[in-house]
C-alpha cells in the first residue's frame, strides 16, 4: 500500500456488479479509451469472480496503464483492500481479500472500494470535492448511499460508512430488516419493502416494484399509497441527514425514483418538510450519471484511495 497513483497515467476501472463486470480503459484526462464487459460467474465463487475481473484487465489493458480501480458490490474496506461483508449475490463473496486477489493475478496495483461510494464520488465536483458536502442515495433492491464532508467521502470503520438504509424510520415500525434489525429505513422504501408493503395493505400478490407501479398509474390506492409511504419515510431521513450534516447537494439515484412523478413529489415534499431554515433552498437532484458513470468512479479511486501492490513482480502486465 503506497501513495496515490500519479494524475496523468492512463488507469483501468472495472464495476463488478451482481451479474455484469464492466471495464474501461480511462485516460488521465477521463475520456474513456477502451471498454468491454462479461458476466459475472456469481455463482461460481471469489475466485472465479477475481479471475474474471483479471480477464477484463486484460481484455482492456494497454502499455501504460498502471493501475485499478475496481468498484465492487458488498461492503468494501478499501484500507485492507477486502470484502467486509455482504450479501449471497456473489457466492463467497464476504471475507474475499479483493485488491490482493487482482493484484496477485495482474501485477498491477488496486484501489478499491463500494460500488455506491465510487459512483457517488462522481457526482463531487473535480478535481477534489471542493469542500462539498452531499448525501447520496441509491433506492432499489437496497437502500445504499454514500456520504462525503467537505469534499471527501466517508468510509468510517470497517468501510460501513453510508448504509443509509439501515437508518431508523417510523413507517417501518416492526418491519423485519435485510440486517437482522427491525424498523430500518430500507424495510419501508426498497422496492422489495414497497411491493410487500403494497400486498400487506391490498391482500394482492406483487412479484415486482412494476407491477405496483403500474396499478398506480391506473388509480389502484393501495399501490399509490405504498408508493407514497416508501418515498415520504425516504424523504424524511434524507432531510434529517441534512440538517446534521449540513449538506450542499443531495442525490437520489436507483431504480425506484423511476417510478416518477409519484414517488418523487412525495420525496421532496417530506424532504423539504424536515429542513431548517438554512437549508430551505435545498432539493434533491438525480444522478448526473451518464452511462461511463460506474467505470470512471472506478478508476477515480486510483487516485483517491490507497494502492494494493502485487507482493511479487512476477504478474502477467508492465
Ligand atoms: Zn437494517
Given at each position: 500500500m ?11 476501472g472495472?464495476?463488478?456488479?451482481g451479474t455484469?463486470i464492466a471495464a474501461a480503459l ?18 461460481e465463487?471469489?475466485?472465479?469472480v477475481l479471475d474474471?475481473l483479471?480477464k477484463e ?5 494497454a502499455?501504460?496503464?498502471?493501475a485499478?480501480g475496481v ?5 468494501i474496506?478499501?484500507?485492507?483492500g477486502t470484502?467486509t461483508?455482504a450479501?449471497?449475490t456473489?457466492?463467497?463473496w464476504?471475507g ?7 493484484a496477485?493475478r ?7 472500494d ?6 457517488a464520488?462522481t457526482?463531487?465536483?473535480?478535481p477534489h470535492?471542493?469542500?462539498v458536502?452531499m ?6 433492491t437496497?437502500?445504499g448511499?454514500?456520504v462525503?464532508?467537505?469534499?471527501r467521502?466517508l468510509?468510517?470503520a ?8 439501515h437508518l431508523?424510520?417510523p ?6 430488516c ?5 424498523g430500518?429505513?430500507e424495510?419501508?422504501?426498497?422496492g422489495p419493502g ?9 391482500g394482492?400478490?406483487?412479484a ?11 388509480g389502484?390506492?393501495?399501490a399509490?399509497a405504498a408508493?407514497v409511504?416508501g418515498?415520504?419515510a425516504?424523504?424524511r431521513a434524507?432531510?434529517?441527514l441534512a440538517?446534521?450534516?449540513?449538506a ?8 425506484v ?6 414517488y418523487?413529489?412525495a420525496?421532496?415534499a417530506?424532504f423539504?418538510a ?17 452511462p461511463d458513470?460506474?467505470?470512471?468512479g472506478?478508476a477515480?479511486?486510483t487516485r ?9 513482480t512476477t504478474?502477467?502486465?508492465?
Amino acid at each position: 500500500m503506497t501513495a496515490r497513483h500519479p494524475d496523468d497515467a492512463p488507469v483501468i476501472g472495472l464495476d463488478l456488479g451482481g451479474t455484469k463486470i464492466a471495464a474501461a480503459l480511462v485516460a488521465g484526462d477521463g475520456t474513456v479509451l477502451t471498454r468491454h464487459s462479461l458476466p459475472t460467474p456469481a455463482t461460481e465463487g471469489a475466485e472465479a469472480v477475481l479471475d474474471a475481473l483479471a480477464k477484463e484487465v486484460r481484455a482492456v489493458w494497454a502499455p501504460g496503464a498502471t493501475a485499478i480501480g475496481v468498484a465492487a458490490a458488498g461492503v468494501i474496506d478499501p484500507v485492507t483492500g477486502t470484502v467486509t461483508s455482504a450479501t449471497d449475490t456473489i457466492r463467497g463473496w464476504a471475507g474475499t481479500a479483493l485488491a490482493a486477489g487482482l493484484a496477485g493475478r495482474t501485477g498491477l496495483p488496486v484501489a478499491c472500494d463500494n460500488d455506491v461510494r465510487a459512483a457517488a464520488a462522481t457526482e463531487l465536483p473535480a478535481p477534489h470535492g471542493q469542500g462539498v458536502t452531499m448525501i447520496y442515495a441509491a433506492v432499489g433492491t437496497g437502500v445504499g448511499g454514500a456520504v462525503a464532508v467537505d469534499g471527501r467521502m466517508l468510509h468510517g470503520a470497517a468501510g460501513i460508512a453510508g448504509h443509509l438504509g439501515h437508518l431508523p424510520s417510523p413507517e417501518a415500525e416492526g418491519l423485519p430488516c435485510t440486517c437482522g434489525a427491525t424498523g430500518h429505513l430500507e424495510a419501508i422504501a426498497a422496492g422489495p419493502g414497497i411491493t410487500a408493503h403494497y400486498t400487506r395493505m391490498s391482500g394482492l400478490p406483487a412479484a415486482r416494484l412494476e407491477t405496483v407501479a403500474a396499478r398506480a398509474a391506473e388509480g389502484e390506492p393501495h399501490a399509490t399509497a405504498a408508493i407514497v409511504l416508501g418515498a415520504e419515510a425516504a424523504g424524511r431521513a434524507l432531510g434529517g441527514l441534512a440538517n446534521t450534516l449540513g449538506a450542499d447537494r443531495v442525490v437520489v439515484g436507483g431504480g425506484v425514483p423511476r417510478i416518477g412523478a409519484l414517488y418523487l413529489d412525495a420525496l421532496n415534499a417530506a424532504f423539504t418538510a424536515e429542513l431548517m431554515a438554512p437549508l430551505r433552498g435545498l432539493r434533491p437532484v438525480p444522478p448526473r450519471g451518464g452511462p461511463d458513470a460506474a467505470v470512471l468512479g472506478a478508476a477515480a479511486l486510483t487516485r483517491t484511495l490507497p494502492l494494493h501492490h502485487p507482493r511479487t513482480t512476477t504478474g502477467a502486465l508492465r
